[in-house]
């Protein structure tokens, strides 16, 4: 919920909890803020389509309208998914073996850049899809910084953060997926890990070249 005013994500919040909706009167009474306040920051999320609404009819007069969370709102909140998808690539890494596993990783990179694929298509310039690259590892859990843009200097983009640290260190054939992800998403550049936290480095850092 990065970038939100305070009183969006209390309305976000509200929301989750109040799955069959809520009016914008509950939502001023619940901020301590006017109608016209509330309506203004419900407006601001609604446009980033993270609300919706449903107009319902009571017994008597017009229908009210409730504002509710869309599955794009539901998406905003931390899921703690980890521990399983630790688990998981462990058990697969070890009834695969190394190079299925590397494989599997790489297919699976693949798929999540084609579920992007128009973010990169639309770059105006190699330095512009550098930046949005670094900024759809970021999305995907990683804390990454783009350290350099120019491919024709060696673009480099460094993350901070191991997804998958504590199995990526017993199955360091795990990291193909960022590699080849970087890969695809940049239409075909050439990636190197030159700095690996799985193996004992400060940072994990790749290097982009031409091909």
């Given at each position: ?24 009167d509950?939502l ?33 007069g ?12 539901n ?37 999540v ?15 512009e ?15 990454a ?17 191991c ?11 795990l ?16 990636v ?14 790749f ?5």
């Amino acid at each position: 919920m990065l970038g939100l005013h305070l009183n969006q994500k209390k309305i976000l919040e509200y929301l989750l909890d109040h799955g069959s909706g809520a009016t914008l009167d509950e939502l001023a009474a619940h901020l301590q803020v006017t109608k016209s306040a509330a309506k203004e920051h419900v407006v601001k999320i609604e446009n980033l389509g993270l609300v919706t609404f449903q107009d319902k009819k009571g017994a008597v007069g017009r229908p009210r309208r409730y504002y509710m969370l869309s599955e794009k709102g539901n998406e905003t909140f931390p899921r703690q998914y980890s521990w399983l998808s630790n688990l998981i690539l462990e058990l697969l890494s070890e009834e695969l073996g190394s190079e299925e596993s590397a494989q599997m990783m790489e297919r699976l990179a693949d798929k999540v850049v084609g579920s992007m694929r128009t973010r990169f298509e639309n770059t105006r310039s190699s330095a512009e899809t550098m930046h949005e690259i670094t900024k759809a590892l970021s999305e995907l859990g990683y804390r990454a910084v783009l350290k350099q843009s120019d491919l024709r200097k060696g673009a480099a983009i460094e993350a901070t953060n191991c997804v998958y640290h504590s199995v990526a260190k017993a199955h360091p054939e795990l990291c193909r997926f960022d590699i080849r992800f970087i890969e695809k998403a940049s239409g075909g550049m050439k990636v190197k890990l030159e700095s690996c936290i799985a193996r004992g480095g400060a940072v994990c850092r790749f290097c982009v070249k031409k091909p």
